[in-house]
C-alpha cells in the first residue's frame, strides 16, 4: 500500500484540486494502470468491431467486505457477468466511486486490490472512470458504478424468444451462496458460518460453452438480486411458456440449507454473484452438462427442470415429496442492499 497523504477519504478528495490527484496518482490510476487509463482523458477511445454488447450496473453492498470478496470485485464480476450473458467477450469497463467521507485509506486500497486482481482474471481493461466524494452520513462507504462493453460471440444466438417447449434449464453451481454470506455479516444477523460469497467472472466459461453447443444455448442469465426464482418467473412471463423446477435437484450447499431455514429465507429468492442459468436445446442437455463440470465455475452443476406448454407464464415448483406449487414472483425485499 503506498503513502497517503490523509488516513481517511475526506471532502477535499472529491473536490478536483490536490487531494483528488493525489489520490488518483497514487491510487487509482497506479494501481489499476494500462495505455487507455493512462491518457488520463474524460473518455476512451476504443476500437470494436462486431455486433456489440453493453451493461452497466450500480454496486451498494452492506457491508462492503464480506466473507469471499468485497465491493470491488463484486463489481467487476457483476458487469463482466452481465456482458458474458449477452453472449460476447467483455473488453473495456467503466469504474466509477462515489466515497462517503471517513472511508479509510486502507479499506479504500483493498477495495483497488481486488478490482486490479478481478479485472485481471477476467481479461478486462478499465479504460475510464469518476471518483466523487460525499459528506458523512449521505453514503454508507462507498457505492462502485460500472459499465461494460464487449464483443458478441459470432455463434451465439441468446435471446428469451427462442426457447421452445422441451428445452431443458440447468443451473451452474450451488443456489444462494453469496446472499447468505451477506447476512451471516449483517449487525444483528451474525452467525457462525463458513459460507463464503460465491462471486466469480464467467465470461471465459460461457465462451467455452458457446463455441462448443453455438445456438443451442437458447438463453443466459446471471439470478443475482431477487435469485434463481426471479429470473425463471422473468422469463416465463416473457416467453409465455412454463418452467417446471424438480427440488430435488437444485444443488445448494448443506449450511446454506441450514441458514435459509434459520433465518425463514427462501433459497430460491436469495441472491448469487457467480452462477448463471441457461436454456438449451435438449438435445445437448446431457453434453452440456458434462463441459459446464468440467470448468471450475461449474462443478456443483445441475440439470433442474424443463420448459413446458402446460401453466404459461408460470414457474412451477416440483417438491421434494412428488407436491407442485406455483412459486411467483418475491413480493417485498427479502435481503436489502445484496449487491
Not at 466473507?67 to 463484486?74: A, H, K, M, T, V
Not at 426464482?229 to 422469463?235: A, G, R
Request: glycine share 10%; with cysteine; aromatic share 6%.
Amino acid at each position: 500500500m503506498p503513502k497517503f497523504d490523509f488516513e481517511v477519504i475526506t471532502l477535499g478528495h472529491g473536490s478536483g484540486g490536490l487531494l483528488t490527484h493525489r489520490l488518483l496518482q497514487t491510487g487509482v490510476f497506479d494501481i489499476l494502470k494500462n495505455e487507455y487509463l493512462n491518457q488520463q482523458h474524460d473518455g476512451a477511445i476504443l476500437e470494436l468491431s462486431g455486433k456489440l454488447a453493453f451493461s452497466t450496473d450500480s454496486y451498494v453492498i452492506s457491508p462492503i467486505f464480506f466473507p469471499g470478496g468485497n465491493i470491488g470485485d463484486l463489481a467487476i464480476n457483476g458487469t463482466v457477468n452481465d456482458i458474458a450473458m449477452c453472449g460476447a467477450t467483455p473488453q473495456y469497463l467503466s469504474l466509477s466511486f462515489i466515497i462517503e467521507e471517513g472511508l479509510t485509506m486502507t479499506e479504500f486500497w483493498e477495495v483497488l486490490v481486488s478490482i486490479k486482481a478481478a479485472a485481471d482474471k477476467a481479461g478486462v481493461a478499465i479504460v475510464t472512470g469518476d471518483t466523487k466524494v460525499v459528506e458523512k452520513g449521505k453514503g454508507d462507504k462507498l457505492f462502485i458504478n460500472t459499465s461494460g462493453i464487449g464483443v458478441v460471440h459470432p455463434k451465439a444466438k441468446i435471446h428469451h424468444n427462442r426457447i421452445e417447449a422441451g428445452d431443458v434449464i440447468v443451473i451452474s453451481g450451488n443456489i444462494a451462496n453469496h446472499g447468505i454470506a451477506i447476512m451471516s455479516q449483517r449487525q444483528g444477523l451474525e452467525f457462525e458460518t463458513t459460507i463464503e460469497s460465491d462471486t466469480a467472472n464467467l465470461n471465459k466459461t460461457i465462451i467455452k460453452l458457446i463455441e462448443q453447443f453455438g445456438s443451442d444455448i437458447k438463453f443466459l442469465r446471471d439470478p443475482t438480486r431477487g435469485g434463481l426464482n426471479s429470473v425463471l418467473n422473468e422469463v416465463a412471463e416473457l416467453t409465455q411458456l412454463g418452467f417446471e423446477i424438480n427440488q430435488k435437484q437444485l444443488p445448494i450447499d448443506a449450511q446454506v440449507d441450514g441458514a435459509c431455514e434459520m433465518l425463514g429465507l427462501d433459497p430460491l429468492y436469495v441472491a448469487n454473484e457467480g452462477l448463471f442459468v441457461a436454456v438449451v436445446k435438449e438435445s445437448i442437455a446431457q453434453s452440456f452438462l458434462k463441459q459446464l463440470r468440467e470448468d471450475e465455475n461449474g462443478v456443483n452443476a445441475a440439470i433442474i427442470g424443463f420448459v413446458t406448454e402446460e401453466h404459461k407464464g408460470k414457474v412451477v415448483i416440483k417438491s421434494a415429496i412428488g407436491g407442485k406449487r406455483i412459486a411467483g414472483y418475491l413480493t417485498g425485499e427479502q435481503l436489502p442492499r445484496i449487491c
